[in-house]
């Protein structure tokens, strides 16, 4: 797996979120290196669920591809600790039916989004339709797997990759 690089970080000491694309670069590490050059330096946190309602309750995402970005973080981050067994909360419906609204079903990978989406809001009938498209061959296990849970009507969150 290769590393996650989030548009949108939270500092270490003030919890201020700050986009990456606004920051001056001041030097560059090399991923997985051993170097101990900035050892001293705190890294700047993941945001926490929390932190991305914030974000969209303050907004700190003023453009579409921001919001975007959030809304779909923001729904990965709710469902990973129901993935892990931790909680059985679902994904906020608010949040997902926004989300909805800035896929681009033209687009392969946001139409299958776009797919998982309204089947967890249980809009199998949506999902089926958006299911009915000339996939990429790659895509053949997400699509099979959300098919399958689709015509179950199960909303339950999966691990879909």
Same mark, same amino acid.
């Given at each position: 797996m290769l590393p996650d690089e989030p548009w949108l970080r939270r500092h270490p000491s003030n919890d201020e979120l700050f986009w990456t694309d606004e920051c001056e670069e001041v030097a560059v590490e090399e991923?997985?290196?051993d170097s101990d050059d900035y050892a001293e330096i705190p890294f700047a946190d993941e945001p926490s669920i929390e932190d991305y309602q914030r974000a969209l309750a303050t907004g700190v995402a003023p453009s579409h591809e921001k919001e975007h970005y959030v809304r779909m973080r923001l729904w990965w981050a709710t469902n990973d600790p129901v993935r892990r067994?931790?909680?059985n909360t679902l994904s906020d419906r608010e949040n997902l039916l926004k989300l909805l609204t800035f896929l681009d079903d033209s687009v392969p990978d946001q139409r299958l989004?776009?797919?998982e989406v309204c089947r967890? @809001?249980?809009? =199998?009938?949506?999902?089926?339709? @958006?299911?009915? =498209?000339?996939?990429?061959k790659d895509y053949d296990d997400a699509v099979n797997l959300i098919k399958k849970l689709n015509e179950q009507k199960d909303v339950s969150v999966r691990q879909v990759a």
């Open positions: 991923p997985w290196g067994g931790e909680t989004m776009a797919a967890e @809001l249980g809009d =199998f009938d949506r999902a089926s339709v @958006l299911l009915k =498209f000339q996939f990429p």
